[in-house]
């Protein structure tokens, strides 16, 4: 089945063409009711507080949180990682809405502005270890958000130094929890949680495509996980009385 992919704004085309690279069909989501014809998606980089006003203004939000409740597959790059993310921090004056799920605190613009985007090579042994090649990707990062904090059942795959002028990010309070500082000389990159994947940066904008096939990978292995292996029938084999389990045949028997 083809891989959704949402298409209010930002860098769909570029995820649909990579997608097409590995011969697999992207469909441009738009509506709510679109995303009952896929069972994956990918929620791309762009402008998240424009991508949450369109997403509002399609009603969009209930279907999207559906889709990543049900456990399908949803990748999020940059924006894509803000809009997936519990918590966000950085936001525009009065907030954006967030899909959430991945638990997670985002800074929205940690890498600072347009003008601050760069190219930086990335440790992503665990990528290697399942999709082959080198141990390292190039990793492009625009305007892009950084994770601060992770749930633990999130898997880190990525992370990378930070300057110390980016330093000392102060994370709001939060339910709970107090305000506290980011201080740590790393901020994470990449990761994975159950069947969400997210990345601050853009794999779509390169052409090594073990990332997409990294998410397809998911996307088999949820479909592996939906599909019951057997289906096991119990019933009286012997006519003693007794209902022993009994896998069905494939194939119609006539007696
Ligand atoms: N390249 C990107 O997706 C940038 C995301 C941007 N920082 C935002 O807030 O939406």
Redesign the pocket.
């Known amino acids: 089945m083809a891989v959704g992919v949402l298409a209010l704004q930002?860098s769909y085309n570029e995820h649909i063409a990579a997608l097409r690279r590995i011969g697999v069909k992207g469909v441009e989501i738009r509506k709510p009711e679109q995303l009952t014809g896929v069972d994956s998606l990918i929620i791309p980089?762009?402008?998240?507080?424009t991508m949450a006003k369109l997403a509002e203004l399609h009603n969009l939000f209930p279907a999207l949180r559906e889709f990543v409740g049900s456990g399908k597959p949803v990748w999020g790059t940059?924006?894509g990682l803000?809009f997936l993310a519990n918590k966000a921090i950085g936001q525009k004056t009065g907030g954006q809405d967030l899909v959430g799920g991945l638990d997670c605190t985002v800074h929205?613009?940690f890498f600072g502005s347009q003008l601050q985007s760069f190219e930086m090579e990335l440790s992503v042994p665990k990528l290697a270890e399942k999709e082959g090649g080198t141990a390292t990707c190039r990793g492009v990062f625009?305007?892009?958000?950084a994770i601060l904090e992770v749930g633990p059942n999130v898997e880190v795959i990525a992370d990378c130094p930070v300057s110390s002028d980016q330093l000392k990010v102060a994370i709001p309070a939060s339910d709970g929890q107090e305000e506290k500082e980011f201080t740590n000389n790393r901020v994470i990159v990449a990761v994975k949680q159950g069947n969400l994947l997210a990345t601050a940066f853009?794999p779509e904008l390169t052409s090594d495509s073990r990332w997409h096939r990294y998410f397809l990978a998911m996307v088999d292995e949820s479909k592996e996980e939906a599909a019951p292996s057997e289906v096991m029938v119990k019933y009286d084999l012997y006519g003693d009385g007794n209902d022993r389990v009994k896998k069905p045949y494939d194939l119609p028997i006539f007696e």
């Open positions: 930002g980089g762009g402008e998240s507080t940059c924006a803000i929205r613009n625009i305007r892009a958000p853009h």
